[in-house]
């Protein structure tokens, strides 16, 4: 369902990016050096994993099957634009 729901966002115009809600909040507990370093030796995944994780997870009370459902959307998204043929 999440997959079908995500289907059709490919791209932000900047206005409709300016309207997105973004969660914010000052006392995460994430730990950024460990992000910076999953990052610097490629662990891109992992990374978001753990951010994920400690940001909507833990900190916002998101449901884990509603996080990987959306992460699966992305990873489709993403996919479909890197195997998209040249026009």
Known sequence: PYTTLFRSVLELEP?????LPIPYADNL???T????DLLRSGGYEDALDY???SVLIDH????TQVVRGVRNAWIELRDRRINRKPR
């Open 29 to 31: 507990d994430l730990d």
């Open 33 to 36: 050096q460990k992000v910076d």
């Open 15 to 19: 206005n409709e990016a300016k309207k």
């Open 60 to 63: 916002f009370g998101f449901d």
């Open 51 to 53: 951010v994920d994780k």
